[in-house]
């Protein structure tokens, strides 16, 4: 039996964190395969040293700051010297990079930027397993994540990582705990590349598909998936078990705790996934699996900030045929993800995620030029999504008066529901987003 487990970057954020992730993997026999993130911090100055235009001095700072994160854990090792060399080798390759971006800025020198802090942190990683006679080994990811050349959000190519997996990784499993990175790939070209951020999530999944694990933990600093976010209602609580489709829906719509994508291998292949706590592995957790026990009709309650709403209005709309496809085709060009639609006679409503740390704002001048060809375009920002998730939400009566008579004082900006037994969304003004989501959760999960 193996398994995969994946470290946030909280969880190898200090040497005391290391050596509890350390033991977690002690502890299960059956984990011989690790990914983990880069050190808490330390891909926040990489995202900065890769968007920012920086002074020389502002750079050295930087760098020595990562440094700094990263000899406060080699300082607690017999091999510090040896690991602070090949930190020191990392850090010096960023510097060069980081140069370079700073006189012209590309994605392609963006993602080698980025791929630095989760080579630094699988090395430390590797030594930490050992001091506990744990046989830990650091294998570069790249060597068997081959993606396309669409830096920044890369796509694997699945056939390559099952088959590079099956010659270059799994004969190593069979006598060493293979500690490897997250988030990152390799191209044809032989550049870097990452998978965006978040991706540790989804490299581990994808791993665990193609060695065909028995399952995945995925290892953070909360105790499971919460009913909403505890910072937003105090009467969150941890979820023993969900399903993969009510899981999917909270990643998409703003449960931080995973990535998106993460669910879409292990769904495929059927693959348990653990979400728990590496401060805490002693209290659960939360298991993700195709079929579950319970089937609340709430199960919890997403909140994703920063959206973007578009709509396209066009009296040509009017019972003509290709319109949507002609909107669509301009999305896809500039490889736009639309999350929510809703249409009417002449008009259509979309959502567009756009987070904090987004290089370039999601819809650009561009794509609203392109889209005017066409129709009359509105863009609005400053929205928050709310999802409300759980189960046969297309088929149960009173959804309307038990959500929106409760939260009747807030305009309801877009509502989409009926697609997803799963889920049911709706967009409100970011003033009201934390207060609806309390509202809401105090009401549905007495």
């Not at 050596?19 to 502890?27: F, G």
């Not at 009510?246 to 990643?251: I, K, L």
């Not at 085709?329 to 987070?355: C, G, M, R, Y």
Request: with cysteine; glycine share 6%.
């Amino acid at each position: 039996m193996l398994n995969v487990a994946k470290f946030g970057g909280t969880s190898v954020a200090d040497y005391e964190a290391m050596l509890r992730c350390a033991n977690i993997i002690k502890s299960q026999p059956q984990t011989k395969l690790v990914a983990v993130s880069a050190s808490a911090g330390v891909t926040n100055h990489l995202v900065t040293l890769s968007t920012k235009v920086l002074s020389a001095q502002e750079q050295s700072e930087i760098i020595e700051s990562i440094r700094q994160i990263q000899y406060n854990i080699t300082k607690h090792l017999d091999c510090e010297a040896e690991l602070n060399t090949i930190v020191d080798g990392i850090l010096s390759q960023l510097t060069e990079l980081a140069t370079q971006q700073n006189t012209l800025q590309t994605a392609k020198t963006g993602d080698a930027i980025l791929a630095c802090g989760e080579q630094m942190s699988s090395q430390i990683f590797a030594r930490v397993l050992q001091t506990i006679d744990v046989n830990g080994l650091c294998f570069d990811v790249r060597r068997v994540m081959k993606t396309n050349s669409l830096y920044g959000k890369a796509v694997v190519d699945l056939e390559q990582l099952s088959s590079q997996c099956q010659t270059e990784l799994l004969p190593l499993l069979e006598e060493h705990v293979v500690v490897t990175q997250g988030f990152i790939g390799q191209d044809g070209l032989g550049c870097t590349t990452t998978l965006g951020r978040g991706g540790s999530d989804y490299s581990a999944a994808l791993l665990a598909e193609a060695t065909n694990a028995s399952g995945l933990a995925i290892w953070t600093d909360v105790v499971g998936i919460f009913t909403t976010d505890p910072r937003i209602a105090s009467s969150a609580r941890a979820i023993p078990e969900i399903s993969f489709g009510e899981a999917a829906e909270m990643a998409t719509f703003g449960a931080k705790i995973l990535h998106p994508a993460t669910l879409i291998p292990a769904m495929r292949s059927d693959i348990p996934v653990f979400v728990g706590s590496s401060r805490e592995p002693e209290a659960g957790g939360t298991q993700i699996m195709q079929q579950v026990k319970s089937k609340p009709t709430y199960r919890a309650i997403a909140l994703r900030r920063e959206q973007t709403l578009v709509t396209v209005k066009s009296p040509a709309m009017l019972h003509a045929s290709g319109f949507l496809a002609q909107v669509f085709t301009i999305l896809a060009k500039h490889e736009l993800s639309v999350d929510l639609i809703t249409t009417s006679e002449i008009s259509v409503a979309l959502t567009f995620d756009n987070p904090t740390g987004s290089t370039q704002a999601v819809i650009t001048q561009n794509v609203v030029e392109e889209l005017e060809q066409l129709c009359e375009v509105t863009v609005e920002h400053g929205l928050n999504l709310v999802a409300v998730v759980g189960n046969k939400l297309n088929a149960t009566t009173g959804l309307g008066s038990n959500i929106f008579d409760n939260i009747s004082d807030v305009n309801i900006r877009m509502i989409c529901h009926g697609a997803s037994s799963n889920n049911l969304c709706f967009l409100v003004d970011e003033k009201d987003g934390d207060k609806v989501v309390e509202t809401l959760h105090d009401k549905l999960f007495i």
